[in-house]
C-alpha cells in the first residue's frame, strides 16, 4: 500500500539559530548540573508501584529550584528562589502559570525536564515495565500517548532501524516506550489508509501523520533518514510543520465544508 502524503507549505525563518544558541547554552548548563547532581539527587527519587512512576508535580522542589536558579544565572536573570517556588506550587497545584514572559517559562520547562529524565534514567535503570499500562481493549486508546514515567503526553514519535518500528519519545522526561506501529495511537484506528503524512522538504526525514478520523496529528522523526542528537530540540526546531499542519487541518476543515 502506498501511504497518502502530502507538502506543506513553510515560510523561512532565520531567528532559529538565534534561538537553538541560546537552547545550547542552557541544555549545556542542564547537562552539567545532572553530572554534578544528579546522583545526589537520584538517591532522593522513588518510583511508584505503577505508572506514572514519577509524576512532573512530585518531582523534588529543592531540584528544580537548584537547577532553574543555575539556567536563570547563565541568562543572567536574577529572581528569588522565593519567587521560583511560588511559581512552581502554582504550576504542581494545576493553576496557570501562563503570566511568565517566554523566556522565563523556557527555563523553567528545561528545569522541569531536567529534573524529570533522571527520573526516566532511574525507570530505565530498574527496567520498569513501560507494557501493561493503557494496552487493554477497554482502556483508553489515548493512554499509549502518556508517559508511563512523568505522565505527560507526548506527541512525538521515533522510527527506528532497521524496520521503522515506532516509539513514543517524551519530550519532557526523555524515556521512549514501544507503540504500534500503524495506525492512530489517539482514537486507535488501525486503518492506516486513515493516515496522512505531510511534510516538507527543509525538514528531511520528519512528518506529521495526521489522522483523518479523528483530526490528531503526531510529529514522527525517521532515524533511519535523519540523525538526530536532541531530539527535544528537533521538536522545537520543527515546529513550523505543527503550525502548518494545524492550517492544513482548518483548509481541510472549510473545503469539506463546502462539499457537502
Ligand atoms: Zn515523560
Ligand atoms: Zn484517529
Redesign the pocket.
Known amino acids: 500500500m502506498v501511504a497518502q502524503k502530502s507538502q506543506l507549505v513553510i515560510s523561512e525563518d532565520g531567528a532559529v539559530t538565534q534561538a537553538y544558541q541560546k537552547y545550547r547554552l542552557l541544555k549545556q548548563e542542564v547537562e552539567h548540573w545532572q553530572q554534578e547532581r544528579g546522583s545526589d539527587w537520584l538517591k532522593m527519587l522513588t518510583l511508584a508501584e505503577a505508572p506514572p512512576y514519577l509524576p512532573i508535580k512530585d518531582l523534588p522542589s529543592d531540584a528544580i529550584v537548584e537547577l532553574w536558579q543555575r539556567l536563570n544565572s547563565v541568562a543572567k536573570v536574577e529572581m528569588s528562589d522565593a519567587d521560583l517556588r511560588n511559581i512552581w506550587e502554582q504550576f504542581r497545584n494545576g493553576q496557570d502559570v501562563n503570566a511568565m514572559d517566554e523566556e522565563t517559562a523556557t527555563r523553567f520547562r528545561m528545569a522541569l525536564s531536567g529534573v524529570a529524565s533522571l527520573a526516566s534514567q532511574m525507570a530505565n535503570e530498574k527496567n520498569v515495565p513501560a507494557q501493561g499500562f493503557g494496552r487493554t481493549a477497554s482502556d483508553d486508546p489515548r493512554e499509549c500517548i502518556v508517559c508511563p514515567i512523568c505522565g505527560e503526553v507526548s506527541n512525538l514519535a521515533i522510527l527506528t532501524p532497521p524496520n521503522g518500528h515506532r516509539l513514543m519519545h517524551c519530550t519532557s522526561c526523555g524515556f521512549e516506550w514501544s507503540v504500534k506501529r500503524v495506525g492512530?495511537l489517539?482514537?486507535?484506528?488501525d486503518d492506516s489508509k486513515?493516515q496522512i503524512f505531510l511534510s516538507n522538504e527543509g525538514y528531511p526525514g520528519i512528518a506529521m501523520a495526521v489522522?483523518q478520523?479523528?483530526?490528531?496529528s503526531l510529529k514522527e522523526i525517521d532515524t533511519r533518514e535523519a540523525s538526530v542528537q536532541d531530539y527535544l530540540w528537533e521538536d522545537i526546531r520543527s515546529l513550523p510543520l505543527n503550525f502548518a499542519t494545524e492550517l492544513w487541518l482548518s483548509e481541510q476543515a472549510k473545503k469539506d465544508n463546502q462539499v457537502h
Open positions: 492512530c489517539s482514537c486507535g484506528s486513515q489522522c478520523l479523528c483530526g490528531y
